[in-house]
C-alpha cells in the first residue's frame, strides 16, 4: 500500500478549518485536522510546501516510522506549526489503519476503558445572574460538568462571554479586537459567581472555571484560595505554563484541582508539572500536540503520576479533531474529561461523523477510523476568511495574556 495523494483542504463553516486528506492505492484515504486558531494558512503551508511531498508514495501503515520522519527529519522540531502539521498526518494514518482493520481507532489503542466519555459545555454569560441561567441550560441539557465564565463589572471584553448559543468562537475580524483585563476586579469577582451558582444548582454538577493565563503564580493561588468552598473540579490556565517552575508557589497556597496545558505541543512543555505532581490535569490534545501518537506518550507519563487527561476541545478543534480525541478518550485509561463545544450545523454538514451526545456524554461510535470524514464539495462553498484572535491590554494600555 502507498500513499498518492496528500491534499490540504482550507475551509470557513463558520470558522477556518485545516483539515488534511490523505489518499492510498487501494481506495482508502484517512482525514486529520491541521487547524491552528488565527495561523491557520501558516500549517496549511507547512504540509502543502514541505510535508506532503514527502509523504508521496511512502507506506501509510508506517504510523511511528512516519512520525519519526517528519519530527526528527525536519530538524527544527515543537513548536505549534510543525506539531499542528504533523498531527494531521498522525490522525490521518490511524484514520486509515482503522479503515483497514474495519475498526474503530479506540480498538486499536487496546480497546475501551468506558463506556462514554464526560464531556463539560460552556456557560457564558454577560453577568452572574446571566451566567448561572446559562448554567442552568447546560444541566437541563443532561451535562454533569460545565465550565462557568462571566463577564466582569466595568472589564470590557473579559474572556469567556460568548457571542451566539451553544458555542464561543473569539476570532472575529482581520484586525484583533481590543479586550482589558484588571486582575484585582476579577480576583474580587470571581468567587462571587461561584458561589451564587452553588447556591442556584447544588453541589452535585462538575464546574470548571479557565483563567486563560491572566494571572501571577500567587494571584493564581489566591484565587485557587478563594475558590476552594465551591468545591471546582478544576482551576484551567491560572498562569502562562512557559513558567512550569511557577505552578509551585500555587500548588502551595491552594487545593483548587490545576489543569494546563491546550497551548502545548509536545511531552517536553509538560514534564516538570506531570513528574512534580503540579497539576491535576494535562490538557494536551490530538491537533497541537502531535497527534494520537504523540499524545499516548503525555497520557502515558501522566499516568505515572496519577494525573489524569482534560483536553482541549474548543471549536477551534474541527470535528476530525474530536472524533479522533473521542476514540483516544474512550481508550487512555487515565482520562479525566473531555472539552465539548458544538459546532455550528455548517461545520457538522462538512464534517459527517459518527461521534454522539447522550446525557452528559459522547461516544465516537464504531464506524472504522476515527468515525469521521469532509465533504469536500461542501466545504468549497466556505472560503477561507482571514480572522484574528483577541487581544488584552491592562487599563493602562499594557500587552497582556489573551
Given at each position: 500500500?502507498?500513499?498518492?495523494?496528500?491534499?490540504?483542504?482550507?475551509?470557513?463553516?463558520?470558522?477556518?478549518?485545516?483539515?488534511?486528506?490523505?489518499?492510498?492505492?487501494?481506495?482508502?484515504?484517512?482525514?486529520?485536522?491541521?487547524?491552528?486558531?488565527?495561523?491557520?494558512?501558516?500549517?496549511?503551508?507547512?504540509?502543502?510546501?514541505?510535508?506532503?511531498?514527502?509523504?508521496?508514495?511512502?507506506?501509510?501503515?508506517?504510523?511511528?516510522?512516519?512520525?519519526?520522519?517528519?519530527?526528527?527529519?525536519?530538524?527544527?522540531?515543537?513548536?505549534?506549526?510543525?506539531?499542528?502539521?504533523?498531527?494531521?498526518?498522525?490522525?490521518?494514518?490511524?484514520?486509515?489503519?482503522?479503515?483497514?482493520?474495519?475498526?474503530?481507532?479506540?480498538?486499536?489503542?487496546?480497546?475501551?476503558?468506558?463506556?462514554?466519555?464526560?464531556?463539560?459545555?460552556?456557560?457564558?454569560?454577560?453577568?452572574?445572574?446571566?451566567?448561572?441561567?446559562?448554567?442552568?441550560?447546560?444541566?437541563?441539557?443532561?451535562?454533569?460538568?460545565?465550565?462557568?465564565?462571566?463577564?466582569?463589572?466595568?472589564?470590557?471584553?473579559?474572556?469567556?462571554?460568548?457571542?451566539?448559543?451553544?458555542?464561543?468562537?473569539?476570532?472575529?475580524?482581520?484586525?484583533?479586537?481590543?479586550?482589558?483585563?484588571?486582575?484585582?476586579?476579577?480576583?474580587?469577582?470571581?468567587?462571587?459567581?461561584?458561589?451564587?451558582?452553588?447556591?442556584?444548582?447544588?453541589?452535585?454538577?462538575?464546574?470548571?472555571?479557565?483563567v486563560h493565563h491572566r494571572l501571577t503564580p500567587i494571584e493564581a493561588g489566591r484565587l485557587g484560595k478563594s475558590l476552594e468552598p465551591f468545591d471546582l473540579f478544576w482551576m484551567e490556565d491560572c498562569t502562562p505554563a512557559e513558567n512550569?517552575?511557577?505552578?509551585?508557589?500555587?500548588?502551595?497556597?491552594?487545593?483548587?484541582?490545576?489543569?494546563?496545558?491546550?497551548?502545548?505541543?509536545?511531552?517536553?512543555?509538560?514534564?516538570?508539572?506531570?513528574?512534580?505532581?503540579?497539576?491535576?490535569?494535562?490538557?494536551?490534545?490530538?491537533?497541537?500536540?502531535?497527534?494520537?501518537?504523540?499524545?499516548?506518550?503525555?497520557?502515558?507519563?501522566?499516568?505515572?503520576?496519577?494525573?489524569?487527561?482534560?483536553?482541549?476541545?474548543?471549536?477551534?478543534?474541527?470535528?476530525?479533531?474530536?472524533?479522533?480525541?473521542?476514540?483516544?478518550?474512550?481508550?487512555?485509561?487515565?482520562?479525566?474529561?473531555?472539552?465539548?463545544?458544538?459546532?455550528?450545523?455548517?461545520?457538522?454538514?462538512?464534517?459527517?461523523?459518527?461521534?454522539?451526545?447522550?446525557?452528559?456524554?459522547?461516544?465516537?461510535?464504531?464506524?472504522?477510523?476515527?468515525?469521521?470524514?469532509?465533504?469536500?464539495?461542501?466545504?468549497?462553498?466556505?472560503?477561507?476568511?482571514?480572522?484574528?484572535?483577541?487581544?488584552?491590554?491592562?487599563?493602562?494600555?499594557?500587552?497582556?495574556?489573551?
Amino acid at each position: 500500500m502507498k500513499i498518492t495523494n496528500a491534499k490540504v483542504i482550507v475551509c470557513s463553516p463558520g470558522r477556518n478549518f485545516v483539515t488534511l486528506k490523505i489518499e492510498t492505492d487501494q481506495g482508502l484515504h484517512g482525514i486529520g485536522d491541521a487547524t491552528l486558531n488565527g495561523r491557520e494558512l501558516a500549517v496549511a503551508s507547512y504540509l502543502e510546501d514541505h510535508v506532503a511531498p514527502l509523504l508521496l508514495n511512502s507506506d501509510p501503515r508506517r504510523i511511528e516510522d512516519t512520525w519519526q520522519r517528519l519530527y526528527r527529519g525536519a530538524y527544527w522540531r515543537r513548536g505549534p506549526v510543525t506539531m499542528s502539521a504533523i498531527a494531521a498526518v498522525d490522525t490521518a494514518l490511524w484514520d486509515i489503519k482503522g479503515k483497514m482493520a474495519n475498526m474503530p481507532v479506540y480498538e486499536l489503542l487496546g480497546g475501551a476503558s468506558r463506556d462514554g466519555v464526560m464531556v463539560y459545555g460552556h456557560a457564558n454569560g454577560s453577568g452572574i445572574e446571566h451566567t448561572t441561567d446559562e448554567v442552568g441550560k447546560y444541566v437541563s441539557l443532561g451535562y454533569k460538568a460545565i465550565r462557568v465564565q462571566s463577564g466582569i463589572p466595568g472589564v470590557h471584553g473579559a474572556y469567556g462571554v460568548g457571542r451566539g448559543q451553544m458555542y464561543y468562537e473569539p476570532a472575529d475580524g482581520l484586525m484583533p479586537t481590543e479586550t482589558i483585563w484588571d486582575t484585582a476586579a476579577y480576583l474580587r469577582f470571581a468567587p462571587k459567581l461561584f458561589e451564587r451558582v452553588r447556591e442556584v444548582h447544588g453541589s452535585e454538577i462538575h464546574l470548571l472555571h479557565d483563567v486563560h493565563h491572566r494571572l501571577t503564580p500567587i494571584e493564581a493561588g489566591r484565587l485557587g484560595k478563594s475558590l476552594e468552598p465551591f468545591d471546582l473540579f478544576w482551576m484551567e490556565d491560572c498562569t502562562p505554563a512557559e513558567n512550569q517552575e511557577g505552578f509551585r508557589l500555587v500548588r502551595n497556597h491552594t487545593t483548587t484541582p490545576l489543569a494546563v496545558g491546550e497551548v502545548f505541543n509536545s511531552i517536553h512543555d509538560c514534564r516538570t508539572l506531570i513528574e512534580e505532581q503540579l497539576i491535576d490535569f494535562i490538557r494536551a490534545t490530538v491537533v497541537h500536540a502531535g497527534g494520537i501518537t504523540h499524545l499516548r506518550q503525555i497520557a502515558n507519563l501522566a499516568a505515572l503520576y496519577q494525573v489524569r487527561t482534560g483536553s482541549h476541545g474548543a471549536t477551534d478543534l474541527s470535528p476530525a479533531c474530536m472524533g479522533a480525541a473521542l476514540n483516544f478518550d474512550l481508550w487512555v485509561p487515565n482520562f479525566g474529561i473531555q472539552e465539548y463545544m458544538r459546532h455550528t450545523p455548517e461545520t457538522d454538514e462538512v464534517f459527517p461523523h459518527a461521534y454522539s451526545f447522550s446525557d452528559g456524554y459522547l461516544h465516537p461510535g464504531d464506524e472504522p477510523g476515527i468515525g469521521v470524514d469532509i465533504d469536500e464539495d461542501l466545504a468549497a462553498k466556505y472560503p477561507y476568511s482571514a480572522k484574528q484572535l483577541p487581544i488584552a491590554r491592562l487599563k493602562d494600555g499594557s500587552m497582556w495574556n489573551w
